[in-house]
């Protein structure tokens, strides 16, 4: 029977501290979402002075790296790059801010940021998916 990883609750508190860590260093007011490889939320952070929008854009980068398997400014790319096609996929969040976070070389999950610039989002996102 083939197995795979999963993110337990060590695992997303790990992830969630390591992206308020980065956050905090460099003055970031964010909201951090931990997603499993199925896009649902495991764990919800909004830093202090983040807005109130930005919980829902953080959770749904983190849905659309985790279901499209990568970094959601792969999409944005795409987009921008001329593909609106793209637009009418089933996802949301395709925004720079979006990390899969890889266990086994797998998808175990993913993490999304919003609150800053696009190359924040992702330096706040990849410091949490270092973690594993």
Not at 5 to 27: I, R, T
Not at 68 to 76: D, I, M, P
Request: charged share 20%; with cysteine; aromatic share 4%.
């Amino acid at each position: 029977m083939p197995s795979k990883p999963y993110l337990d609750q060590s695992q997303v508190a790990a992830v969630l501290d390591a992206c308020q860590k980065e956050a905090d260093a460099n003055g970031f007011a964010v909201t951090i979402a931990v997603a499993d490889d199925g896009g649902y939320l495991l764990g919800l952070r909004r830093l202090d002075g983040a807005a109130p929008f930005s919980a829902d854009v953080a959770a749904a980068k983190a849905r659309s790296a985790a279901i499209g398997r990568k970094e959601t400014q792969v999409f944005e790319d795409m987009i921008n790059g001329g593909r609106n096609a793209f637009l009418s996929a089933p996802m949301e969040g395709l925004m720079s801010g979006g990390v899969p976070l890889i266990i086994d070389g797998q998808v175990a999950g993913s993490v999304g940021i919003s609150g800053v610039k696009p190359d924040q989002d992702i330096q706040v996102a990849k410091a949490g998916a270092a973690t594993l």
